[in-house]
């Protein structure tokens, strides 16, 4: 393919895997590289709005020169390099700034390369078995247990992925990364296709073999009136944290931290109760944040500071109860250590995707 087949191509399989059943708000990636260029998705976008322009062109000479670096004994150091690494890799006339996981996807063999986090596949990766179930049902795949994202994880899957092609003769096409979603690789984009097919579909068939419907199910909402009381409630309380407030009927929100993007979007930890502004206020002394997630007994409320952020919170606490129920037909969920939660809550990067979502 020349570069204009690649990008008109990498901008379908962006559109297809950007859909809410593989991805929420600006998670997931998507880049296809040459022999001397990345293209990679710019950080702060979705999937579903990148066009073959949007794309950030990368030397991957100068993106490779990160490996033969010297570990940093710290993390903030570690993501200093990157950062500088990346800034450097960027081919004349790119401004944009290109995602943390540009180096991870220049290690990776194919020509494509889509990383996605759907429930369907969480349900495994959040799991307490997951590592076990992933080498029955996908004995090809390397198994990942949880690294930081950023620098930690580029670093990390680059040295697994030399000992599995040492091992099996042959680089990875299929990556799951626990509790952070899966990575398909691959020279074409009906590979990328079929492997996404196949791994979707034996989850499914498990699923329905442990009697876990691939739904969220959702009570009924409760009437407006009552809602708009609550809705009023949630304004005292938060004040400018809750310009934007979004529902749902009631379900079984997480009581803990998922992944990244659960993190991201929805906080590590949602409140539950009455919320008046004592019981609101004591949440946020207890976490050192206002809470994006209020479960209430009439229902599920979204918040955050613009309409868009609340709708994205509710979103992923609608995936994340999803991934718990899932989780289930493997020993059942398993939450992101503390150590794991306060990198992420504390993590420069993610304040810079912050900036991009209003």
């Excluded at 990942?144 to 992925?161: E, K, Q, S, T």
Aim: a neutral charge.
């Amino acid at each position: 393919m020349n570069k204009s087949e690649l990008l008109r191509t990498l901008t379908e399989l962006s559109h297809e895997f950007g859909t809410p059943d593989y991805v929420k708000g600006g998670g997931g990636n998507a880049s296809c590289k040459t022999e001397d260029t990345l293209w990679v998705k710019p950080s702060g976008l979705t999937l579903a709005s990148l066009q073959p322009g949007s794309f950030l062109a990368m030397d991957r000479a100068a993106l490779g020169r990160l490996f033969t670096l010297a570990e940093p004994p710290r993390a903030l150091e570690g993501e200093a390099q990157i950062r500088n690494v990346m800034t450097m890799a960027l081919k004349p006339g790119v401004t944009a700034r290109p995602s943390v996981e540009a180096p991870l996807h220049q290690v990776l063999h194919g020509t494509f390369v889509v990383r996605v986090h759907p429930a369907l596949v969480n349900g495994l990766t959040c799991s307490r078995l997951g590592a076990q179930a992933c080498a029955e049902l996908f004995p090809d795949a390397l198994w990942i247990p949880y690294v930081d994202p950023g620098y930690a994880l580029c670093m990390d899957v680059r040295r697994r992925l030399l000992a599995y092609a040492g091992q099996h003769g042959q680089p990875p096409s299929l990556l799951l990364l626990e509790n952070h979603g899966m990575l398909v690789t691959a020279d074409t984009a009906d590979g990328i296709r079929a492997i996404y097919r196949r791994v979707m579909l034996a989850l499914r068939n498990r699923y329905a073999l442990a009697g876990l419907p691939p739904v969220l199910p959702v009570a009924a909402p409760a009437l407006p009136i009552m809602v708009e009381n609550v809705q009023a409630q949630l304004r005292d309380a938060l004040c400018s944290h809750a310009a934007g407030i979004a529902y749902s009927g009631r379900f079984a929100v997480a009581p803990g931290p998922l992944s990244p993007d659960h993190i991201f979007y929805a906080n590590s930890y949602p409140f539950i109760g009455e919320p008046d502004r004592a019981n609101i206020e004591a949440f946020r002394r207890n976490h050192g944040y206002a809470p994006r997630i209020i479960s209430t007994p009439l229902g599920v409320f979204g918040v955050g500071t613009s309409q868009k952020k609340a709708e994205l919170a509710l979103a992923l606490a609608q995936d994340g109860a999803l991934v718990v129920q899932l989780a289930a037909a493997f020993g059942g969920v398993q939450f992101m250590s503390d150590r794991a939660r306060e990198f992420i809550e504390n993590w420069g990067l993610e304040a810079y995707r912050a900036e991009q979502m209003d």
